[in-house]
């Protein structure tokens, strides 16, 4: 079973729109929790990433908000542009951990 | 530029046959990764190298073998390939301690017939 539940499996939004993509986790010992956003042929690439001690973490149009004890988390897209069209994953460690472990994805379409 | 080199970037195996994927880092990183992606499945860890010398299993280490050769290169062996090893591989690798994320290859697509 995933240890890092991810929602939804796609998502499609118009240009402008704030697109929305939760994750659950069950391990508490988790408390390194980052996001990748991958373009097709490519690898993922580190886009954010938070520690349980804040509940909101921003870079630019992206946006983490954190609750610790639903032991959730998710990812806001300021102003969705089409080049943000991409397959996003969140991920979770135990800090100096050595093993990330990857939700599902979410495929993410951005109409211009 | 730095960062993960793959080879290959494709390959068709038939079952039974055996191949090395190769990866090579040079950000001087010292834990390097292999995993796995599968579609509604994310990615899955194969196998990892925490430093040089050493290497661990990861969620689905069945059916591969690893090398860390040195602190540059880590390689992912398939002795006896089947078609449940149709998958996109990737490498990465990172400092160590987590914080620092992961820096990915591009990924080499491996279709088994």
């Known amino acids: 079973q995933q240890q890092v539940k991810q929602s939804p499996q796609s998502l499609i939004v118009q240009k402008g729109g704030i697109p929305i993509i939760n994750c659950a986790y069950e391990n508490t010992a988790f408390d390194y929790f980052p996001w990748y956003q991958q373009f097709p042929g490519k690898g993922p690439a580190l886009l954010i990433a938070?520690?349980?001690?804040?509940s909101e973490k921003k870079e630019g149009r992206f946006t983490i908000s954190f609750n610790k004890s639903a032991k959730q988390f998710s990812l806001h897209i300021m102003d969705s542009q089409p080049g943000d069209s991409a397959t996003y994953f969140c991920a979770a460690s135990i800090r100096y951990g050595n093993k990330l472990v990857f939700g599902a994805g979410t495929i993410l379409r951005v109409k211009s | 530029n730095a960062g993960v080199t793959q080879t290959p970037k494709f390959q068709v195996l038939k079952t039974g046959q055996s191949m090395t994927l190769q990866c090579a880092q040079d950000m001087n990183h010292n834990s390097m990764y292999w995993y796995r992606q599968d579609p509604g499945m994310g990615l899955r860890l194969i196998y990892y190298?925490?430093?040089?010398?050493?290497?661990d299993k990861g969620e689905v280490p069945n059916g591969y073998n690893v090398s860390r050769l040195n602190k540059r290169e880590f390689s992912l062996r398939l002795e006896s390939a089947a078609p449940s090893q149709t998958s996109v591989y990737f490498c990465a690798s990172s400092f160590g301690g987590i914080g620092y994320g992961y820096t990915f290859g591009s990924g080499t697509r491996l279709t088994v017939v």
């Open positions: 938070i520690r349980p001690d804040v």
């Open positions: 190298s925490a430093s040089e010398g050493t290497t």
